[in-house]
């Protein structure tokens, strides 16, 4: 098993650009997650989707969009990239039930 | 809301010594609590959860301990390598069912020196 995926690896914006970030499981996962991790502001929620076919904001969605595309796949978008997203994005996904989340290696955006 | 807080923010200690994080949180009334490990420029990975019933979670060299009552919980690990090296990372979830969703302290970040 892959477990988490996500790509890009690495992503240069300049301000005003858009971009969707991919993140995949293949883990049979009902719910997923999508984090931004700052310096000294630690991991933050940006939209999660408890099942296929349903999201919901977390705690910092101002500026983002997402997709629940099928179980397997959820997608975070960024219609009009800002300086103050340069962040790196992590995905998760935690089986129904579960109470651990499993992260993917991290998605790092930076926006000029 | 809850709130998770971590201390120290960093920690360097010499190869070999045994070593405490420490993780607080401002709700009591949670379900479990987890010890995540991050290597830099990695995802993060879970290393223990403690279920709410539960004092003390052991794996290996680690062994986490929770007192819900006061809000606390401690990592302990012992006979530290220059491996161990990395942020750890406590979590407390805000509920159960379908809306499980983690709120994360900001991290330790451990130097084991050889």
């Known amino acids: 098993n892959a477990g988490v995926t996500q790509t890009p690896k690495f992503q240069v914006l300049k301000t005003g650009q858009s971009m969707t970030l991919q993140c995949a499981q293949d883990m049979n996962h009902n719910s997923m997650y999508w984090y931004r991790q700052d310096p000294g502001m630690g991991l933050r929620l940006i939209y999660y989707s408890a099942s296929e076919g349903t999201t919901d904001k977390g705690e910092v969605p101002n500026g983002y969009n997402v997709s629940r595309l099928n179980k397997r796949e959820f997608s975070l978008r960024l219609e009009s990239a800002a300086p103050s997203q340069t962040s790196v994005y992590f995905c998760?996904?935690?089986?129904?039930?579960?109470?651990?989340?499993?992260f993917g290696p991290g998605t790092r955006l930076l926006v000029l | 809301k809850q709130e998770v807080t971590q201390i120290p923010a960093a920690l360097s200690v010499p190869e070999g010594e045994n070593l405490v994080l420490n993780c607080s949180f401002t709700d009591s009334a949670i379900y479990n609590l987890q010890w995540f490990r991050q290597d830099p420029g990695k995802g993060l990975t879970s290393l223990l959860l403690i279920q709410s019933s539960q004092r003390e979670q052991t794996s290996g060299r680690l062994n986490a301990s929770l007192d819900k009552s006061s809000g606390r919980s401690t990592l302990y690990i012992a006979a530290s390598q220059p491996g161990d090296s990395a942020t750890y990372l406590c979590?407390?979830?805000?509920?159960?069912?379908?809306?499980?969703?983690?709120?994360f302290g900001k991290g330790t970040l451990l130097t084991v020196n050889p």
């Open positions: 979590a407390v979830p805000n509920s159960g069912g379908s809306n499980y969703k983690l709120t």
């Open positions: 998760a996904s935690r089986r129904q039930g579960g109470e651990t989340q499993y």
